[in-house]
């Protein structure tokens, strides 16, 4: 699915682009889209050991990435802040002569005086 489909494009874009950086290794660009409060826990090699840890079984890098969908049903989800502006989930694949691999980073995306931030990542698919 395009992100320009979801029914809450901006928080699909962030995720897309979140995904793509670290499916290309450039955890200081991922890093960037956190925001503050998760900025002060995770560092861009914390990102980069998350990431490795997450596809550590697969025998090639990534090579797809594409979102899948964003939290539209998650509207009232009990832990909602006023600040959070919705989930978007994102697979990442990796396709090679033994097979294909698949997991996937679902984000919380935030708004901080304007930006569209990343507050939370859960790492790996359900």
Not at 10 to 15: F, L, M, P, Q, W
Request: proline share 6%; net charge negative; with cysteine.
């Amino acid at each position: 699915m395009e992100p320009n489909e979801s029914e809450n494009p901006e928080v699909a874009k962030i995720g897309l682009a979140f995904a793509r950086a670290l499916a290309n290794g450039q955890f200081d660009i991922a890093y960037e889209m956190l925001a503050p409060s998760l900025r002060n826990k995770c560092q861009p090699k914390d990102l980069k050991s998350d990431y490795e840890q997450m596809t550590s079984y697969w025998d090639a890098p990534a090579d797809h990435v594409e979102f899948k969908s964003v939290g539209e049903s998650f509207d009232d989800w009990p832990e909602k802040g006023e600040k959070d502006l919705g989930w978007a989930f994102v697979a990442i694949a990796s396709h090679s002569e033994s097979g294909a691999f698949l997991e996937a980073v679902n984000v919380r995306v935030v708004d901080v005086s304007g930006r569209r931030l990343i507050a939370e990542i859960v790492w790996g698919r359900p």
